[in-house]
């Protein structure tokens, strides 16, 4: 049995990992999952979040705005629209992310007025972006909307 997976971490912008891991932790759309070698062959959605990945050189974490990951039994793939490793991460990125999560909620709530399925969509991805900052210690005046 393989003691590590090959993990590649890509954004628009860049590669920002591409490591032997031995476990990958990811914020999936329906939930937590932790990836480890030999892993089921599996497609999820992200929702926002950080992403853990520990291998031999250590522990390190990325913040992701969504995206999706493949995981099968040799490798995980993680494709973020955006992704910052964590210790990058400023008031000020965090800020940007809720204010862009902020407009994506009035967009919906202006352009479907009578279809909740958009305005939950674009509600949830505000919740999830201010959980993400308390789990990273920043914070928001922006709160998510009452359910």
């Known amino acids: 049995m393989a003691d590590t997976v090959q993990f590649d ?5 860049r590669l920002l990992a591409s490591v032997e891991a031995t476990e990958v932790k ?8 932790t990836a480890m070698p030999m892993h089921a062959p599996l497609i999820t959605t992200l929702r926002p979040g950080v992403v853990t990945v520990s291998g031999s050189d ?4 990325y ?3 969504g995206g999706f990951a493949e995981i099968n039994a040799e490798s995980i793939s993680v494709l973020a629209e955006r992704a910052i490793p964590r210790e990058e991460v400023t008031q000020e990125h965090y800020d940007e992310m ?3 999560a902020n407009s994506r909620l009035e967009k919906a709530q202006d352009a479907y007025k009578n279809e909740p399925g958009p305005v939950d969509e674009a509600a949830k991805l505000l919740s999830d972006m201010v959980a ?3 789990e990273i ?11």
């Open 63 to 65: 913040v992701v705005t």
């Open 98 to 100: 809720i204010a862009e």
């Open 137 to 147: 210690g920043l914070s928001t005046t922006a709160r998510a909307p009452a359910p």
């Open 58 to 61: 250590g522990t390190q974490s």
């Open 26 to 33: 990811i914020p999936g759309a329906m939930g937590d999952l």
């Open 9 to 13: 971490l890509v954004s628009p912008e």
């Open 132 to 134: 993400m900052g308390d």
